[in-house]
């Protein structure tokens, strides 16, 4: 008897190319267009409005969750937004003497 191997022990989430966080996305989005387009039709909008604007909301959201995860990969998203988090760079404006200065006065204090 021959037995498949299970080969997606420890891989993240894929459903047709999308992978971890850019399939919630996916998800979520398709489920808040399906829910602003249920209020819009029954609020009173023109049917063919409320059609015509699902059907381009879930286009945006589908290109837009393809590209993204085209473009930054599976954990692509995440770096980019714990990169926005850091500083580009630290500013220390005081001289080097004085800062070595001020440590001893605080030793001479002590002592």
């Given at each position: 008897?021959?037995?498949?191997?299970?080969?997606?022990?420890?891989?993240?989430?894929e459903f047709n190319g999308?992978?971890?966080?850019?399939?919630?996305?996916?998800?979520?989005?398709?489920?808040?267009?399906?829910?602003?387009?249920?209020?819009?039709?029954?609020?009173?909008?023109?049917?063919?409005?409320?059609?015509?604007?699902?059907?381009?909301?879930?286009?945006?959201?589908?290109?837009?969750?393809?590209?993204?995860?085209?473009?930054?990969?599976?954990?692509?998203?995440?770096k980019l937004l714990a990169?926005?988090?850091?500083?580009?760079?630290?500013i220390n404006r005081r001289?080097?003497?004085?800062?070595?200065?001020?440590?001893?006065?605080?030793?001479?204090?002590?002592?």
């Amino acid at each position: 008897m021959e037995y498949n191997v299970n080969k997606g022990i420890g891989k993240s989430v894929e459903f047709n190319g999308l992978k971890s966080q850019y399939l919630f996305i996916f998800a979520g989005g398709l489920l808040a267009v399906f829910i602003v387009f249920v209020i819009m039709y029954m609020i009173g909008i023109d049917q063919w409005f409320c059609i015509g604007f699902g059907i381009v909301a879930a286009s945006v959201l589908v290109w837009l969750t393809f590209n993204l995860n085209a473009k930054y990969g599976e954990h692509g998203l995440m770096k980019l937004l714990a990169k926005r988090q850091h500083p580009r760079f630290l500013i220390n404006r005081r001289n080097s003497r004085r800062l070595f200065r001020r440590q001893k006065r605080k030793e001479a204090a002590h002592a």
